[in-house]
C-alpha cells in the first residue's frame, strides 16, 4: 500500500533532486566557460531510468528484479560538445538552452506536487 501521499509525491520528489543536481552540473559548465580545457560535462540518468523500468515483485512466488534501486546520479563529459581554439567545450548557447529546459521540468514537477497536496487539502477540509 503506497501510504496518503501515494508513490507519485516520492517519485516526482526525486525527479527534482534530479534537476537541482543537474542545475549544478550546467551551472559549473556555465562558470568555466573561459577556462582552457575544460570538458563540458552532463549528468547522465540512464541508469536512474532503467531502474525505474524495472519490474516490482507483487507476490512472494515472483522472481525478483535484479539490482538495487537506489538513486544515484553521475556526471559523465558531454558528447554533443564541440571542441574550440582552447581546448575548451563549453557551448554558452546550448548550456543555456539546457538550464531553460531544466527549469521548465523542475518548476512542472513542482506544480504537479503542489496540486497533488491542494488536492489531498480539499479532502481534508470536505472531511471536518
Do not use: C, W
Not at 550546467?26 to 562558470?31: C, E, F, G, K, Y
Not at 581546448?87 to 548550456?95: H, I
Request: hydrophobic share 35%; net charge negative; charged share 25%.
Amino acid at each position: 500500500m503506497p501510504g496518503i501521499f501515494g508513490h507519485e509525491i516520492s517519485e516526482l520528489s526525486k525527479v527534482m533532486n534530479y534537476r537541482l543536481f543537474r542545475q549544478g552540473v550546467i551551472s559549473s559548465n556555465v562558470a568555466n566557460i573561459d577556462t582552457p580545457g575544460y570538458r563540458a560535462r552532463e549528468a547522465t540518468f540512464e541508469e536512474e531510468l532503467d531502474s525505474r523500468l524495472r519490474m516490482e515483485t507483487t507476490a512472494g512466488t515472483h522472481i525478483p528484479s535484479a539490482g538495487d534501486s537506489g538513486v544515484g546520479f553521475k556526471i559523465a563529459e558531454d558528447p554533443y560538445s564541440r571542441i574550440g581554439n582552447d581546448s575548451n567545450t563549453v557551448d554558452l548557447d546550448r548550456e543555456m538552452m539546457k538550464l531553460n529546459q531544466n527549469q521548465i521540468l523542475y518548476s512542472a514537477s513542482a506544480q504537479i506536487i503542489e496540486g497533488k497536496l491542494t488536492a489531498l487539502k480539499d479532502v481534508i477540509r470536505s472531511i471536518r
